[in-house]
């Protein structure tokens, strides 16, 4: 069930080969089986004939991050009319703090593409190399009883701003380092733009500007 789509992919043969394979390579060491699956990502980029596809770790990789983001524990999402009531004059020292689910992953395949073709039923293809690695945000939105999980691409300003945000960066200092990125002169609607962003999408449990 963690990596229902890659058994799709590799059909009930071939899929029992890899994780008789895994099992041979890394016995079990824990006492559920829910977290067995930790390194068979690194496993199949790692070992013949999986190796030769890159796209099968990254599939593995990126299932694995799903179970795990629905597995994390409960934080209910902050409201943006909380963040929103915040003063001006605070909000250089605003600082967020992101749900634990919250998994951010860079991706040379397109495989989360692939992903949601497969799982909508459509035609998906076989994943295409990128020209360069693109980042992913792998979370959980928690709306009351409902749990969904979620992932979408990050352009590059927007991974560095969710780093630093991890990290506990302040928004003023978000700011500054947008200006890498974009003109200074927009790099505060930007970053207010991106926080905006994450809040609706229930990426950010928390907000403080003490």
Known sequence: TNFSTLKQVLGDEDFDALGRGYIAAHPSRHFSIRWFGD??????????????????AELARLEWALAGAFDSADAPPVAID??????????PGLRVS?????????????????????????????????????????????????????????????????????????FGA????????????????QAAAYLRGWIEQGLIVGADAS
Request: with cysteine; hydrophobic share 45%; glycine share 6%.
């Open 39 to 56: 390194r068979l990502a690194a496993y199949l980029a790692s070992t013949a004939p999986w190796s030769g596809t890159p796209a099968l």
């Open 82 to 91: 909380a963040v929103a009531a915040i003063p001006p004059e605070r909000w």
């Open 98 to 170: 992101v749900h634990p689910s919250l998994q951010v992953i860079d991706f040379h395949w397109t495989v989360p593409e692939f992903w949601n073709a497969l799982n909508a039923g459509e035609e998906a293809g076989a994943p295409a190399q990128r020209d360069e690695a693109v980042p992913f945000a792998v979370w959980r939105f928690d709306q009351g009883d409902e749990r969904q999980n979620f992932f979408r691409s990050l352009d590059p300003a927007e991974a560095w701003m969710l780093e630093e945000a991890r990290q506990g960066g302040t």
């Open 174 to 189: 978000l700011c500054e380092g947008l200006c890498w990125f974009v003109d200074a002169d927009q790099a505060g609607p």
